[in-house]
């Protein structure tokens, strides 16, 4: 079985398996106490902290460890919003922001707050004249990603953090994808990450609050992490967690540039063996291990099934392997197809045969799931017939790709210039159906209000 999904979740690096074992038999006391067993738990804690800080490049009393890199978001984000909450109550976000940061807005709004979305390009990048647009005299924290968790895309921090400096407002950067690979560059003031995305083990994240920014920590006071942390550190991880993150850094740059071949490849050889295939993603400016593409009339969950059947571990942004069945906020902010997306993040270590393995098998399965769906072979230059009126297709009850699907199949049968108009209640379609325009070389005219669900009118171009 090859493991291609280190983006959710790094396998254990080995130098964190000793650790842990290893700190399980001294780091078990309170290191809040003053005993011998205390005291060695304490300078075990210190240790960590001090490696972490090294990795992160701040001073170690900035620093604290959380019970997840979520806890860390949240933290972050709620005491940063308290400690200037003379200033304001206006937060700026990305669009394409992990969830815990979403879910952490959503909580401020929802308590009188005000947030603001930063869009994104087509590659899912911000641009830091976006945040300097929202940036008002009532902002009290932005926060940006190092890099996007879905489609790898790494956003400009370090000119964020420029502008965000230069408004007096303190820019919070969610790490977790990045960290493993190196520091995150720039005047940021908080930080967040989690140790299972570089190898550590689950259950433990860091939270950096930099000298100097105000910051109030919410929910009862623990004298434990400067108070930003609650409940008795997990030390045995804690101390894995921070010798993993150096370990790794040590074999960064070289892996980062094997990683980079084997992904590049697969970026190059994707569409080339799948037909109607987008890789979605900045070409350029991304994570080493990182690429994802968006296969038209598949759905991703089948996808992930077959992959999984043939020995391949992936996953997807794809709405239908959600427990909400709602379409990637990624995807969506980024306007690219949300159905029958895959993405594949290696760790460090993959072997270039199981790549080739991958690349092999992955035509066979999509077109297998295609067939079962009644995906159009290729696409139809039939000559199509005379028609004055839009061809009506009718796709409502039916989830997405099957609208596209329907779409495709009778997009010749209407002359040049001629219209669809497409019936269908699964919200995807309303994200799917531009990005098949855009995929094909369509037209997509627009969306028209229908008795049940919308219609979306594409125009034939050729």
């Keep these: 079985m090859s493991y291609f999904d280190a983006a959710s979740g790094a396998p254990l690096h080995p130098v964190a398996r000793q650790a842990l074992m290893a700190s399980l038999d001294e780091g078990w006391a309170d290191p809040a106490r003053l005993y011998k067993e205390g005291r060695r738990a304490r300078l075990l804690l210190d240790a960590a902290r001090e490696a972490a800080a090294e990795a992160v490049g ?11 890199g979520t806890a860390a978001v949240h933290s972050g984000i709620a005491g940063a919003l308290a400690g200037r909450r003379r200033t304001g ?9 992990h969830s815990s940061v979403l879910h952490a807005a959503e909580v401020h709004r929802a308590g009188g707050g005000t947030v603001t979305e930063v869009p994104v390009d087509r590659s899912g990048a911000v641009s830091p004249s976006g945040y300097a647009r929202t940036l008002r005299e009532d902002t009290a924290l932005a926060c940006l990603q190092s890099a996007n968790h879905e489609v790898g895309t790494v956003q400009p921090v370090a000119a964020t953090a420029e502008v965000c400096r230069a408004a007096g407002v303190p820019l919070l950067v969610d790490a977790a994808q990045s960290l493993g690979w190196g520091r995150v560059e720039g005047d940021w003031s908080l930080l967040a990450a989690s140790a299972h995305k570089w190898g550590g083990p689950s259950g433990v994240g860091l939270l950096v609050v930099r000298k100097g920014v105000r910051f109030a920590p919410q929910g009862p006071h623990d004298e434990r992490e400067s108070g930003r942390a609650a ?3 997990n030390l045995p991880a804690i101390v894995a967690a921070a010798a993993s993150l150096r370990a790794v850094r040590a074999e960064a740059a070289g892996e980062a540039a094997r990683l980079r071949e084997l992904t590049e490849r697969i970026r190059a050889r994707v569409p080339a063996v799948v037909p109607d295939v987008e890789v979605v993603g900045d070409p350029e400016r991304r994570l080493p291990g990182v690429v994802t593409f968006s296969c038209l009339y598949v759905d991703g969950e089948t996808v992930l099934h077959e992959l999984d059947r043939a020995g391949f571990s992936v996953s997807s942004g794809s709405s239908c392997t959600s427990s909400t069945l709602t379409p990637s906020h990624v995807l969506k902010a980024m306007g690219v197809l949300s159905e029958g997306n895959v993405r594949v993040s290696l760790p460090p270590g993959t072997k270039a045969e199981d790549v080739e393995r991958f690349l092999t098998a992955l035509p066979e399965v999509v077109a297998g799931v295609r067939e079962k769906l009644g995906a159009p ?14 061809l009506v297709v009718d796709a409502l009850g039916r989830r997405c790709p099957i609208p596209v699907i329907e779409l495709a199949k009778v997009i010749g049968e209407v002359p040049v210039g001629g219209l669809v108009r497409v019936l269908a209640d699964d919200e995807a379609a309303r994200l799917d159906i531009p990005a098949w325009c855009e995929m094909r070389g369509q037209e997509y005219v627009g969306e028209q209000p229908a008795d049940r669900g919308a219609a979306y009118v594409v125009r034939r171009l050729s």
Aim: net charge negative.
């Design 58 to 68: 701040c001073r170690p009393d900035e620093l604290v460890f959380t019970p997840s």
């Design 89 to 97: 109550h206006h937060l700026i976000v990305s669009a394409v922001e």
């Design 231 to 233: 409940g008795f550190e």
């Design 377 to 390: 072979v290729s696409r139809t230059d039939a000559v199509a017939g005379e028609r004055d009126e839009a």
